[in-house]
């Protein structure tokens, strides 16, 4: 690794250029909580950041991007291991897998993010993971731009999700985020019909004020015993239905004031 942080260590790192490291740019474990500063994590051959162990790092307007071994699918940041990193104002692009992977009942908080052209997800949550990502723009990934699964519990507020190649969402496993005040936008990949969010496999989001709009199928498509609520939602301009449910007997999914349009 470029750093390594274990210990309860709690170094301050300002204006450094990490990368071309045989493993990760940093690894931080053992509680430490490390501030990160302007610094360029890059071209290291396994993930940008690796966050663990009930770590609590502070990571503020850094660029992460291009940390990859050919074949191998590692993300720019992955937090595992009830960690709770805070991710500040920092770019995230350029991997082959996510652009941020919490797992394993990770809870970081990640604040105007730029997430962006990673060849997986732009963010992926699950095993219970539950961090908060908050004004984040999401967008041009090459699958999904958020995935939620097995049991994750995030949230997501004021984010724009846009441009990515598939879903803009894709919620299932009994994930259960919340989703409020998101634009979720033009999710698509030419001649391929992706809906804007899917929900399924007993999943159970709260989805409110949200804008979903521009995608190749529904809006919403919500199927396969998933339930959840969806309120207050402006669902337009997608080229099918605004929401399809294959609950015919509503008895799950609880959807009101969501106005469907053009």
């Given amino acids: ?3 390594w942080e274990k210990e309860r260590a709690s170094g301050t ?7 071309n490291n045989e493993q990760r740019g940093v690894e931080i474990q053992d509680s430490a909580s490390g501030t990160f500063k302007n610094c360029q994590i890059h ?3 396994r993930s940008g950041i690796w966050i663990r162990e009930k770590a609590a790092p502070v990571v503020e307007e850094c660029k992460i991007y291009n940390n990859k071994t050919e074949g191998e699918l590692y993300s720019g940041i992955l937090a595992d291991d009830d960690s709770t990193p ?7 692009s350029g991997h082959l897998s996510e652009g941020i992977w919490e797992r394993k009942q990770a809870c970081g908080t990640y ?3 730029n997430i962006h052209n990673n060849e997986q997800r732009g963010v992926a949550i699950q095993d ?22 097995r049991d994750a519990k995030g ?4 984010c724009h ?10 919620i299932y496993e009994k994930a259960a985020i919340v989703v409020k005040g998101c634009k979720i936008r033009n999710n698509k990949t030419e001649g391929v019909n992706y809906p804007g969010v899917v929900v399924s496999n007993q999943a159970a989001p709260q989805i409110s004020n949200c804008e979903i709009s521009g995608h190749l199928s529904y809006g919403i498509w919500i199927n396969d015993n998933a339930r959840g609520s969806y309120t207050s939602c402006t669902i337009h301009g997608n080229s099918i239905n605004g929401i399809k449910t294959e609950d015919p007997w509503n008895r799950g999914p609880q959807i009101s004031d969501c106005p469907i349009c053009d």
């Fill in 1 to 3: 690794d470029g750093i």
């Fill in 13 to 19: 790192y300002t204006n450094c250029n990490i990368h």
């Fill in 43 to 45: 071209d290291n051959k």
């Fill in 86 to 92: 805070q991710i500040n104002r920092c770019e995230i």
């Fill in 111 to 113: 604040t105007n993010c």
């Fill in 128 to 149: 219970t993971a539950s961090g908060t990502f908050s004004n984040c723009e999401i967008h041009n990934n090459t699958l999904q731009g958020i995935l939620a699964c």
């Fill in 155 to 158: 949230t997501f507020q004021n």
């Fill in 161 to 170: 999700v846009h441009d990515n190649k598939q879903n803009g969402l894709h």
